[in-house]
Nanobody
Framework: QVQLVESGGGLVEPGGSLRLSCAAS????????MGWYRQAPGKQRELVAV???????NYADSVKGRFTISRDNAKNTVSLQLNSLKPEDTAVYYC?????????WGQGTQVTVSS
């Protein structure tokens, strides 16, 4: 069994910053990639950013230049630095872990961008 625990969400004003973290524990084998998705009310879950075990990254166009994903392979953690936040970034952010052929999800952490 694999567990993912997220932290770092909250309420921030437009233009502000947050840092999300996700720690994986349990029966972890060879991690293929870790990442973040988000889901706003009434919308489908969408990719925010992912990073492979080799360090390759992929970002949604809407967050490029504002968000940065990083990971610590030794600690099985992934982080997401969110800068220049906009109201449209408001969503529940979910951590994702892929250990082929399985995909695991965290419980989600709320990010609200509002003045």
């Amino acid at each position: 069994q694999v567990q993912l625990v997220e932290s770092g969400g909250g309420l921030v004003e437009p233009g502000g910053s947050l840092r999300l973290s996700c720690a994986a524990s349990g029966n972890i084998g060879s991690i293929y990639l870790m990442g973040w998705y988000r889901q706003a009310p009434g919308k489908q879950r969408e990719l925010v950013a992912v990073i492979t075990s080799g360090g390759s990254t992929n970002y949604a166009d809407s967050v490029k230049g504002r968000f940065t994903i990083s990971r610590d392979n030794a600690k099985n953690t992934v982080s997401l630095q969110l800068n220049s936040l906009k109201p449209e970034d408001t969503a529940v952010y979910y951590c994702q872990l892929v250990i082929i052929p399985y995909t695991y999800w965290g419980q989600g952490t709320q990010v609200t961008v509002s003045s």
